[in-house]
């Protein structure tokens, strides 16, 4: 079983583990420009791996923030991967 969002993919370690392997997709330039998964982290939480799938989504879209952007866009998008559904916890506003 893959889960698989539009820019990562979660690979469980194994069939009785609780533990994934974390893809992220990244764009490769040069001569034949293409996107593909590389790995991004092996035998993660599921929290762990959606927090860097959230990371990577945010650092791919910009590239300056303050403190106050990030925590909003760290919200928005793990709202949208489902990660707040998980517990974590991230202050509010």
Known sequence: MVIQGDFYQ?????????????????????????????????????????????QYAISNKFEVLSLKEYLEEFRNISNEIGLLNQRVRVPAK
């Open 10 to 54: 979660l690979i469980p370690v194994n069939e009785h583990s609780l533990l994934f392997d974390l893809k992220l997709l990244y764009k490769v330039k040069g001569k034949n420009p293409r996107e593909e998964y590389k790995d991004a982290g092996y035998g993660l939480s599921l929290e762990s791996a959606l927090k860097k799938c959230v």
